[in-house]
């Protein structure tokens, strides 16, 4: 396979794979009066126990305004609070209220009890064999990342 076959093969399992889990993961989120974006918000918070808005906005790639903007959001929903760093006021401080952890356990469980019974019929080398070709994946995103990071004439 030539690099033009495997970027158009590579394009191809995104979409299909991304378009697989928007799917059913979006239906269960949006159950739940959230939308994806505020899901991975819920999830990088509550992975970190409590984050910066500039953290935040680096885990999800955008900009601090927009992560500002989400946590307001999902502030108003009772799912996070956003507090003042009592060392630097200046900083703002997201935690998961336990309205937030109540409603990312019931996606959790929503999410296993739909998916675990279809991820049962693999098998645990099947699992490693996924995880590696993704990790070489991540290998090759990396380096394609470095390298427009480093070519001349970048905006």
Not at 29 to 49: C, N, P
Not at 109 to 119: A, G, I, N, Q, W
């Amino acid at each position: 396979m030539d690099i033009r076959e495997f970027q158009n093969h590579l394009w191809q399992l995104f979409r299909a794979i991304g378009q697989g889990l928007d799917g059913p993961l979006g239906t269960i989120v949006q159950a739940h009066g959230i939308t994806m974006t505020q899901l991975r918000i819920l999830m990088e918070v509550d992975h970190r126990s409590e984050m910066t808005v500039g953290e935040l906005s680096q885990a999800l790639g955008s900009a601090p305004a927009n992560s500002s903007a989400m946590c307001k959001t999902l502030e108003k929903k009772g799912l996070v609070s956003r507090d003042r760093s009592p060392e630097d006021e200046r900083i703002v401080l997201i935690t998961l209220t336990p309205e937030g952890k109540r409603v990312l356990h019931l996606i959790e469980e929503d999410l296993s009890s739909k998916f675990d019974p279809v991820l049962e019929g693999y098998s645990p080398g099947e699992f490693e064999q996924i995880i590696s070709g993704m990790e070489k994946l991540k290998e090759v995103v990396t380096s394609l990342q470095q390298a427009f990071q480093n070519s001349p004439g970048r905006r």
